[in-house]
Nanobody, 122 residues
Framework: QVQLVESGGGSVQTGDSLTLSCTAAGRTISPYAMGWFRRAPGREREKRDIVASILWNDGVTYYTDSVKGRFTISRDNAKTAVYLQMNSLKPEDTALYYC????????????WGLGTQVIVSS
Protein backbone atom coordinates (compact mmCIF):
# COMPACT_ATOMS: atom_id res chain seq x y z
CA GLN A 1 0.00 0.00 0.00
CA VAL A 2 1.25 3.46 -0.88
CA GLN A 3 0.90 6.13 1.74
CA LEU A 4 1.18 9.77 0.80
CA VAL A 5 1.88 12.31 3.51
CA GLU A 6 1.35 15.99 2.78
CA SER A 7 2.61 18.91 4.83
CA GLY A 8 3.18 22.63 4.57
CA GLY A 9 -0.33 24.03 4.58
CA GLY A 10 -1.33 26.96 6.72
CA SER A 11 -3.14 30.27 7.01
CA VAL A 12 -1.55 33.19 5.16
CA GLN A 13 -2.37 36.60 3.76
CA THR A 14 -2.92 37.52 0.11
CA GLY A 15 0.41 37.72 -1.66
CA ASP A 16 2.21 35.37 0.72
CA SER A 17 3.94 32.13 -0.20
CA LEU A 18 3.72 28.54 0.97
CA THR A 19 5.48 25.35 -0.02
CA LEU A 20 3.62 22.06 0.14
CA SER A 21 5.47 18.78 0.43
CA CYS A 22 4.33 15.24 -0.23
CA THR A 23 6.29 12.11 0.43
CA ALA A 24 5.38 8.58 -0.55
CA ALA A 25 5.88 6.14 2.32
CA GLY A 26 5.41 2.42 2.59
CA ARG A 27 6.57 0.32 -0.32
CA THR A 28 8.99 1.67 -2.89
CA ILE A 29 7.21 2.92 -5.97
CA SER A 30 8.11 4.22 -9.41
CA PRO A 31 5.34 6.64 -10.28
CA TYR A 32 4.32 7.61 -13.76
CA ALA A 33 3.39 11.02 -12.37
CA MET A 34 2.69 12.85 -9.15
CA GLY A 35 0.39 15.77 -8.81
CA TRP A 36 -1.33 18.29 -6.60
CA PHE A 37 -5.08 18.68 -6.51
CA ARG A 38 -7.37 20.85 -4.45
CA ARG A 39 -10.91 20.90 -3.20
CA ALA A 40 -12.29 24.36 -2.60
CA PRO A 41 -14.71 25.03 0.28
CA GLY A 42 -18.22 23.89 -0.50
CA ARG A 43 -17.16 21.48 -3.22
CA GLU A 44 -18.34 17.89 -3.08
CA ARG A 45 -16.03 15.60 -1.16
CA GLU A 46 -14.95 13.65 -4.24
CA LYS A 47 -14.43 16.71 -6.43
CA ARG A 48 -10.73 17.43 -6.60
CA ASP A 49 -9.44 19.83 -9.24
CA ILE A 50 -5.98 19.33 -10.59
CA VAL A 51 -3.53 22.11 -9.79
CA ALA A 52 -0.27 20.79 -11.20
CA SER A 53 1.40 17.54 -12.12
CA ILE A 54 4.84 16.32 -13.02
CA LEU A 55 5.93 13.27 -15.00
CA TRP A 56 8.37 11.26 -12.99
CA ASN A 57 10.82 10.24 -15.70
CA ASP A 58 11.30 13.47 -17.63
CA GLY A 59 9.92 16.14 -15.32
CA VAL A 60 7.39 17.49 -17.80
CA THR A 61 4.95 19.66 -15.90
CA TYR A 62 1.33 20.70 -16.24
CA TYR A 63 -0.40 23.62 -14.52
CA THR A 64 -4.00 24.64 -14.48
CA ASP A 65 -4.41 28.12 -15.94
CA SER A 66 -5.26 29.86 -12.68
CA VAL A 67 -1.90 29.04 -11.10
CA LYS A 68 0.45 29.45 -14.06
CA GLY A 69 3.27 31.84 -13.23
CA ARG A 70 2.56 31.60 -9.48
CA PHE A 71 2.95 27.93 -8.57
CA THR A 72 5.87 25.63 -9.30
CA ILE A 73 5.82 21.86 -8.97
CA SER A 74 9.03 19.93 -8.48
CA ARG A 75 10.08 16.43 -7.51
CA ASP A 76 12.80 14.56 -5.70
CA ASN A 77 13.13 11.15 -7.29
CA ALA A 78 15.39 9.79 -4.56
CA LYS A 79 12.86 10.63 -1.87
CA THR A 80 9.78 9.94 -3.99
CA ALA A 81 8.61 13.38 -3.00
CA VAL A 82 6.81 16.16 -4.79
CA TYR A 83 6.62 19.81 -3.84
CA LEU A 84 4.40 22.73 -4.71
CA GLN A 85 5.86 26.19 -4.32
CA MET A 86 2.96 28.61 -4.17
CA ASN A 87 3.67 32.32 -4.57
CA SER A 88 1.38 35.34 -4.79
CA LEU A 89 -1.39 33.45 -3.07
CA LYS A 90 -4.95 34.65 -3.54
CA PRO A 91 -8.10 34.03 -1.50
CA GLU A 92 -9.38 31.82 -4.32
CA ASP A 93 -6.44 29.48 -3.67
CA THR A 94 -8.05 28.57 -0.35
CA ALA A 95 -8.66 24.83 -0.46
CA LEU A 96 -7.73 21.45 0.88
CA TYR A 97 -4.70 20.40 -1.15
CA TYR A 98 -4.13 16.74 -1.93
CA CYS A 99 -1.17 14.89 -3.32
CA UNK A 100 -1.87 12.13 -5.83
CA UNK A 101 0.14 9.44 -7.55
CA UNK A 102 -0.45 8.00 -10.99
CA UNK A 103 1.29 4.72 -11.70
CA UNK A 104 0.61 4.28 -15.42
CA UNK A 105 -0.37 6.49 -18.37
CA UNK A 106 -4.14 6.71 -18.41
CA UNK A 107 -4.33 4.82 -15.15
CA UNK A 108 -5.87 7.66 -13.19
CA UNK A 109 -4.77 8.63 -9.69
CA UNK A 110 -5.31 5.64 -7.43
CA UNK A 111 -3.34 6.89 -4.44
CA TRP A 112 -4.08 9.99 -2.41
CA GLY A 113 -2.92 11.68 0.74
CA LEU A 114 -5.27 13.00 3.39
CA GLY A 115 -4.73 16.60 2.37
CA THR A 116 -3.27 19.75 3.85
CA GLN A 117 -5.34 22.89 4.36
CA VAL A 118 -4.41 26.20 2.78
CA ILE A 119 -6.30 29.33 3.82
CA VAL A 120 -5.56 32.66 2.18
CA SER A 121 -7.10 35.73 3.76
CA SER A 122 -7.57 39.06 2.03
Amino acid sequence: QVQLVESGGGSVQTGDSLTLSCTAAGRTISPYAMGWFRRAPGREREKRDIVASILWNDGVTYYTDSVKGRFTISRDNAKTAVYLQMNSLKPEDTALYYCGVSMTPGGGWPYWGLGTQVIVSS
